[in-house]
């Protein structure tokens, strides 16, 4: 797993992370695998919408969860699964205790425990003073999910292979703030995956989105968003399709797409215009709907 240099770690030192919420402007299916994985090809950005995570050392068992959200109180998750092989891998006879403040939906599509892996990943790093190398530290991510490797960093980045290929791309999206319409409908990504293995994926070209963020035309982007996922899920969530087609005719075609395995509704926007607001008053009842702005790049 690569070099580690130990550091002898504080022990009422606190660490904080900030896992943010992912969006796809692009996902691709590439093919599957004989592993069974996928080769996807995935054009992903951070927005600031957040969880927030706090680790000390120490605890009543080998990990001590609080969180005001029931599902991590359980002790088979991806965030304690995740924790658990970092301690008995480095350090076994150490105890944590990580509090999580949730505020990503969960099975939206946003890749909110993929960011919460990355941040026990980073966050136990730097508790124990573990100094383990980004190569060292996405090799452990790539075991717990095709996005949990891109969640190590904050940039807009090219992902590909099974999640383990992560390129930071060069560009400016302050331009625009992204409008998320998420339902009160769970998405399971194992079920979208086994669904297009049975009936194909359609599969999207994303050059022409590389060279839109390549010749530094963002304003473009908007035409190029794409997800092999977007069909198969409709399928099985008529819902789904139902609520993008509501915010297309109230607001436009441009810049909406599906993120990740869905239930979650993106749209581009460059600000909040009058057919936005209406849609908003008239739809908020009935959805999580949400104005958000792509981070900037962080640690």
């Keep these: 797993m690569g070099n580690m240099i130990k550091e002898t770690p504080i022990i009422d030192k606190e660490i904080h992370r900030e896992a943010y919420a992912k969006i796809n402007l692009f996902l691709n299916v590439v ?33 001590t969860i609080n969180s005001n959200d029931p599902y991590f109180l359980s002790n088979d998750n991806l965030l304690i699964r995740t924790a658990r092989y970092l301690l008995n891998t480095y350090d076994s006879k150490q105890k944590v205790t990580i509090k999580i403040d949730k505020r990503i939906p969960p099975g939206g599509g946003l890749g909110g425990n993929s960011a919460d892996a990355a941040a026990v990943i980073q966050g136990l790093n730097d508790l124990f ?40 791309l060069d560009v400016d999206l302050s331009c625009y703030k992204v409008l998320v319409v998420k339902p009160k409908i769970f998405v399971s990504t194992e079920e979208i995956f086994s669904r297009g293995d049975d009936i194909g ?47 297309v005719y109230n607001v436009g075609q441009k810049g909406v797409v599906m993120t990740g395995s869905g ?37």
């Design 31 to 63: 093919n599957r695998r004989a592993d069974g994985y996928h080769n996807l090809e995935m054009v992903n950005a951070r927005i600031d919408l957040a969880d927030d995570l706090y680790f000390k050392i120490g605890g009543a068992q080998q990990i």
């Design 129 to 168: 003073g573990w100094r383990l190398s980004k190569a060292t530290m996405t090799a452990i991510a790539v075991r717990f999910g095709a996005d949990v490797p891109y969640c190590l960093s904050n940039s807009v980045a090219l992902v590909k292979g099974i999640g383990d290929e992560v390129t930071e």
């Design 201 to 247: 994926f359609i599969n999207y070209d994303i050059k022409p989105l590389l060279e839109a963020i390549k010749q530094k035309r963002p304003m473009d982007i908007v035409d190029q968003l794409h997800n092999s996922l977007e069909e198969i899920t409709y399928l099985q969530y008529p819902k789904i399709r139902d609520i993008k087609a509501e915010l």
């Design 263 to 299: 239930s979650t509704i993106i749209k581009l926007i460059t600000e909040v215009t009058a057919d936005i607001s209406q849609y908003l008053s008239r739809y908020s009842d009935k959805y999580s709907i949400n104005i958000y702005n792509f981070i900037e790049k962080t640690r």
